[in-house]
């Protein structure tokens, strides 16, 4: 393909979910603030958003200290600076199509959002994808981003080479092949080893789903979910502390005729919000309230292309601890957290995600040589996560949990060291690459560094 491929616009596509209720470039005022979705991570950096190769090219040279900012969804600091801090959002669009491979190569800028027409134009699709569709390509593979599904990998296990521009200001080409051990350990980095500029992803011909969700009770789910597992292309579930019903969903590939998703008011996500609202007001009513889904969800189907069958609305704000938990030990983990979450008796209308994830061999990603089931803990963003964050903790640790890199949670470099097996390729790889640890905040510092 050519470069009449490339594409700088940064305007929204009209059905993706809203994560951020202003223009990108707004994001950055003149004093350049800049904060993460949920509010929970501020800084003040030097803010720049190239639109050439050649200018990136020329910032990473002129600068010591440099992080970059995707979508700014991660809650945890890593995008977190008062140094330099980089945009790619004028660097986005698919630059070749490999029809007969049925991969395409796209600039690291590009929102998860746009890539649905754009690869259908070519008859390609994501392979899988997870619910919130706002995320940059490079900050999704930086973190491991998944979506749902015993035999589908996360999103950084479907690239099949990148670009990295080095701390030196060099573009180094990479794949199972050529520079592999850099590919290894660059698929999952946390914009560690240098900026991603360029990704080719092994896609598939584009394809419908069918989304069923409906309320099941929670004993059905514990006593048929391995079997399920099995049966279904994606399943997931929501369980609340206090109610014996969870919301399943379900996705499986189909030939099937459309089915719009039906337009109901008030809206799941209106919902959500007033009731996370009323628990913060008043934590008595959670009990009562958590009780009260069959009024509130009505089983639904849908059916539609994969890229609009994905994403969620997602505007009520939250902060987010996930771990991924060995297959085998994934459901007994799931219990022992909701029997914490009640006898605590912690003020959090928020579900228990309760996912599954194919294991892969990137040297950092928490799904390296495991399939996992990932529980997620979501907290109000006008609550304490802290409060409900440190309880859980400790029981997603005692089952040999790996945390989301993206994700809030407590660990350091010791601690980290011993749940990856190639922990030390990894920072012999790192050191090589940027030996005055110009990529480098101080959270990656703590993650990274002995203390």
């Known amino acids: 393909m050519t470069d009449q491929l490339i594409e700088r616009s940064n305007a929204t596509h009209p059905k993706s979910t809203q994560l951020n209720s202003v223009h990108p470039q707004s994001m950055y005022p003149q004093k350049s603030e ?41 809650f945890s600091p890593l995008v977190k600076t008062n140094d330099l801090l980089l945009s ?40 899988n994808q997870g619910d919130i569709d706002q995320q940059s390509l490079a900050g999704a593979i930086a973190t491991g981003t998944h979506g749902t599904g015993l035999e589908l990998s996360c999103l950084s296990a479907l690239v099949q080479g990148f670009e990295l521009l080095s701390a030196q200001g060099e573009i180094i080409s990479c794949d199972a092949e050529q520079n592999a051990e850099i590919f290894q350990a660059g698929r999952v980095a946390l914009g560690s080893l240098g900026i991603l500029t360029q990704i080719k992803l092994q896609n598939r011909p584009r394809y419908k789903l069918k989304e069923h969700t409906r309320l099941c009770a929670l004993s059905e789910v514990m006593q048929n979910m391995q079997q399920w597992q099995y049966q279904h292309r994606h ?44 628990v913060r007001l008043c934590p008595a009513l959670n009990p009562w309230l ?134 030390e390729d990894f920072m012999r790889i790192r050191q090589e690459l940027d030996p005055k640890q110009k990529w480098l905040n101080p959270y990656l510092q703590q993650l990274f560094l002995e203390q």
């Open 34 to 74: 800049w904060k993460n979705w949920s509010g929970s991570q501020q800084s003040t950096p030097q803010f720049e958003q190239p639109n050439s190769l050649d200018r990136l090219i020329g910032l990473v040279k002129s600068h010591d200290k440099i992080r970059i900012a995707g979508a700014s969804h991660s």
């Open 88 to 127: 790619l959002d004028h660097l986005k669009g698919i630059t070749d199509i490999d029809a007969e491979q049925c991969q395409s190569t796209i600039h690291a800028g590009t929102r998860l959002f746009e890539l649905g027409d754009k690869l259908a134009a070519f008859d390609q699709a994501l392979i």
């Open 235 to 278: 399943i997931e579930f929501w369980a609340f502390s206090h109610a014996q019903q969870v919301i399943l969903k379900t996705l499986d590939e189909t030939d099937d005729p459309f089915i719009s998703r039906p337009k109901e008011w008030p809206d799941e996500d209106l919902i959500l919000n007033f009731c996370v609202e009323l």
């Open 290 to 423: 958590q009780k009260l889904l069959g009024v509130f969800v009505k089983p639904v189907t849908v059916v539609d292309w994969s890229s609009q069958i994905f994403p969620s609305a997602r505007n009520t704000k939250f902060n987010e601890m996930e771990y991924q938990i060995p297959l085998q030990h994934g459901m007994a983990c799931f219990e022992e957290v909701l029997h914490t979450l009640r006898r605590h008796k912690v003020p959090m209308f928020f579900p228990v995600e309760y996912r599954l994830v194919r294991g892969d061999d990137i040297w950092l990603s928490p799904f390296y040589q495991q399939d996992s089931v990932s529980l997620s803990i979501h907290q109000f963003y006008k609550q304490d996560y802290h409060a409900v964050f440190d309880l859980v903790e400790p029981v997603l640790l005692k089952y040999g949990g790996r945390p989301h890199w993206g994700k809030l949670h407590s660990l350091k470099e010791a601690q980290l060291r011993e749940l990856y097996p190639k922990w």
